[in-house]
């Protein structure tokens, strides 16, 4: 058996739809639509990019290299008291973290008569950020509240203790913090 289709239109697959000629003009429209959307897209992404980025971690990158033998230097001073110092960082229901920090000596003594500080720094948002001064309760215990509430999420602690001779210890600890 065979079929015959029937066929409308002008005989070049149109169907029957009326179809424009193109011209330079509708090339033209349609480049700029396609730049304009391309052009568009980057922009928010170059918006969200930079009001997602609060700057940078060191204003100066040659300065923070001139630093770096005396971290070094630091460091290993550090290393040669053998302190154990042990930090506790807990959130209370309305938020406020209560940091407390246990410091012993080589010896197994407590270490007194220094002042630690403690700095709770948001990776992203540097308005975040929070410093506390810990105060020595027993001989080698020290504690502190944040003033402010704490938000869930990544954190870096930085421990620092300062005595007499300037900072002797430093500490940096990244921290997850559940809700």
């Not at 040659?62 to 053998?82: D, I, L, T």
Request: aromatic share 8%; with cysteine; hydrophobic share 45%.
């Amino acid at each position: 058996m065979t079929q015959t289709l029937a066929r409308t239109g002008k005989g070049d697959g149109t169907a029957g739809a009326a179809r424009r000629p193109m011209t330079g003009w509708t090339v033209l429209i349609w480049l700029c639509c396609f730049f304009g959307a391309v052009f568009a897209a980057n922009g928010v992404f170059l918006w969200v990019a930079i009001g997602s980025f609060p700057g940078t971690v060191v204003d100066s990158s040659y300065k923070a290299g001139q630093a770096f033998n005396g971290e070094v230097a630091a460091a290993r001073e550090q290393a040669s008291r053998g302190w154990q110092v042990g930090v506790h960082l807990e959130r209370s229901i309305e938020g406020r973290a209560q940091i407390a920090i246990t410091a012993e000596k080589a010896d197994g003594s407590p270490v007194s008569g220094v002042s630690f500080e403690a700095k709770l720094m948001h990776p992203v948002a540097t308005g975040l950020d929070q410093t506390v001064d810990l105060i020595e309760g027993e001989s080698g215990h020290y504690a502190a509240l944040t003033p402010e509430p704490v938000a869930a999420g990544n954190w870096h602690l930085i421990i620092e203790a300062h005595g007499a001779e300037g900072r002797v210890f430093r500490s940096e600890n990244k921290l997850f913090l559940k809700d």
